[in-house]
């Protein structure tokens, strides 16, 4: 049961409350139970918040929204999806899994432009005048390329929260991208140095942080050096390169942690050992923590190591497909 309360806020003298305007049972992607349904007349939303539009086949048969018109019976849009995934039909809704997903307008990666946010849809074309837009929707539309790419991009543009890229600096110090999660869910990707990039490392940084945003949204905290050491062992399997690994704080460590990540990034199955000898070993072994004068012992010297069993980069083995 989806019930929708409405933001008309009605006050009387000591008491205040709120009117139900819906009251809802849905069958899966939003065809409403019979006889299971209360409506206020002014209210024009229905499942999933997609405005109904009752004169096209009765009521609650035919939703819309900017981006699709769909028929909750069918569970078929009518337009082809503007955002067409390869791995579902252009007519599909909700990717055919509405509990997994929700999709209001249909477009939750936004990158800033000139003048405000473009929403991402994968494989789109820029033709605007800012690089940071282009430059950043062509690293996207090469990494939804590679399958892992496609995956990570996919959750991200097809969830409810929003995730946006931005032409800012990271956080962490030296490191000069960063992720900051929303406090509601989704967040801040800051990418603001990828014009000084080579292609290659635009690839690994952006695809880096997505994978912080994926681990987020897939209920994996992004700020711990399991989720560091997930997102490296991802961006380097879009290069299929070990390029960055350069020394950490310890010959030692060093040697641990790159043998670690460079058995990882060739085997075709997840292994928790070396997944946690690289975790154990990324502090004293990476040169991503190594101190600078914002960190005395590396930016990522906070973080905590915690015990998981199934880490989600556990899901994209192999991490180099042929
Ligand atoms: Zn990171």
Not at 118 to 134: L, Q, R, T, W
Not at 173 to 200: D, M, P, R, V
């Amino acid at each position: 049961m989806l019930a929708v309360v409405s933001d008309n806020i009605n006050l009387d003298q000591d008491s205040n409350w709120a009117s139900v305007v819906n009251m809802t049972d849905y069958y899966p992607f939003g065809l409403a139970m019979d006889g299971r349904t209360e409506q206020d007349s002014s209210y024009r939303y229905g499942f999933n918040a997609q405005e109904k539009v009752d004169e096209i086949k009765g009521p609650g048969n035919h939703y819309t929204a900017e981006f699709w018109e769909y028929d909750p019976k069918v569970v078929h849009r009518w337009n082809l999806d503007p955002r067409p995934n390869p791995s579902s039909s252009s007519y599909a809704i909700l990717q055919g899994s509405p509990i997994w997903y929700s999709d209001h307008l249909g477009d939750t990666i936004k990158i800033a432009g000139t003048g405000g946010f473009i929403n991402y849809s994968p494989g789109m074309k820029h033709e605007g005048e800012n690089d940071f837009a282009s430059s950043t929707i062509n690293t996207l539309n090469e990494i939804f390329e590679k399958d892992g790419g496609e995956t990570v991009l996919s959750r991200l543009s097809n969830s409810n929260n929003v995730y946006s890229i931005l032409d800012e600096g990271g956080g962490a110090g030296t490191a000069s991208f960063g992720f900051q999660k929303g406090e509601n869910g989704g967040g801040k990707i800051k990418a603001g140095s990828i014009l000084g990039l080579e292609n290659l490392s635009r690839v690994e940084k952006l695809g880096h942080e997505l994978f912080h945003g994926y681990q987020f949204e897939r209920g994996q905290d992004p700020y711990t050096i399991n989720s560091e050491v997930g997102a490296n062992l991802f961006g380097q399997s879009l290069v299929a390169g070990f390029g960055g690994m350069a020394p950490g704080q310890d010959p030692v460590a060093t040697t641990k942690y790159h043998d670690a990540s460079i058995e990882l990034l060739l085997s075709t199955e997840f292994d928790i050992k070396q997944y946690q000898q690289a975790v154990s070993n990324f502090k004293m072994g990476s040169s991503k923590n190594l101190p600078n004068n914002k960190y005395p012992n590396g930016p990522y010297s906070q973080f905590p190591i915690v015990n998981l069993k199934k880490p989600i980069i556990s899901e994209f083995f192999p991490l180099l497909k042929d």
